[in-house]
């Protein structure tokens, strides 16, 4: 039995900012954004939108896009970073606006790698037959906890939303899932503050030695897309599309070059969404089956890696 993906599903919020619009916020440049990270602008949440709202667009988008009863869906994993409460989970208040009741719902947080451990979580419910139909998403609203006088952050990371609807199908669809973290490197990239209060420094916002995470994550993706095609008895060349998180145009290059892959087969979003963290790799899986670039039958490599440090990647066969 595998997890086949039956739908996908995107959600943008309307306000954009530009790097032009950046330069007059921080002292930056439109020149330096574009050259060291590819972003060109960014999509930010409406003050009155929390993370479920952006979540709750995607899923109806997702719902629409197949024709699917919400009352089939019989679990539903949420991964994000900027849950709208601390509890109930993000996951559950999903579940009430679908009026579905009764089954599974939880939240999975793994920063930028979430989506790939939820994907992960739902596959194995499936394989072993204890979930049919699962919901599984990704949405952020990062700009609320983002430090808006730190250049260093404040041009990277962005709001958004990408659902995808598993189903158990005997067709080939989620091939293999790796997940790995390692918790030494947690100070690389973290926040300054809890719910709990011990040791806040001031409002809670993203610190990141951006440099330092740049060449681990280079260095980690090369290894993990190794072991995927390894576990899988595959060649670089056996991989059609490439679907990687979407932090860095110079770390999407980096492992595109490292599975030699030609640039036109790499899903790059970055440019139009920045760093969506749990949400950048469904809405980058979703924008590119709508405009019609991945076709089903055709193998797909999703990676992703973000704080914690956390790392993962999914071998789907669409
Ligand atoms: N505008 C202009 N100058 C800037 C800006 C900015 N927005 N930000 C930093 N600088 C300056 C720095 O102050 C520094 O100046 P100095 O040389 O006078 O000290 C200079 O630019 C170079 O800074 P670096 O940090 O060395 O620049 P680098 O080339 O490493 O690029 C960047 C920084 C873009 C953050 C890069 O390190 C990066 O992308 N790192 C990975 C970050 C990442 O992907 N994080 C997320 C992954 S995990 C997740 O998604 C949560």
Redesign the pocket.
Known sequence: MYSRIVATGSYLPDKILTNKD?ESI????DQ??TE??GIKQRHLAADNQSTCDLAEQAVRNAFESADIDPQSIDLIIFATTTPDRVFPSTACLLQQRLDIHGCPAFDIQA??TGFIYALDIADKYIKTGAAKRALVIGAETLSRIIDWSD???????ADGAGAVILEANEEQGILSTHIHADGSFSDL?TTNASITGVNNIGKVH?G?K??E??KK?VNTLGAIVDETLEANNMQKSDIDWLVP?Q??I??INATAKKLKMPIEQVVITVQNHG?T?AA?VPLALDTAIRDGRIKRGETLLLE????GFTWGSALIKY
């Not at 250049?151 to 990371?157: E, G």
């Not at 992703?304 to 704080?307: N, S």
């Open positions: 950046l921080v002292d930056t440049t330096w954004i060291r990270t920063v930028c250049r260093s952050t404040c041009v990277l990371f990239l993203i990141m951006g440099n995470v740049f994550a998180h932090a860095n110079r770390i760093n963290s950048s992703a890696f973000g704080g």
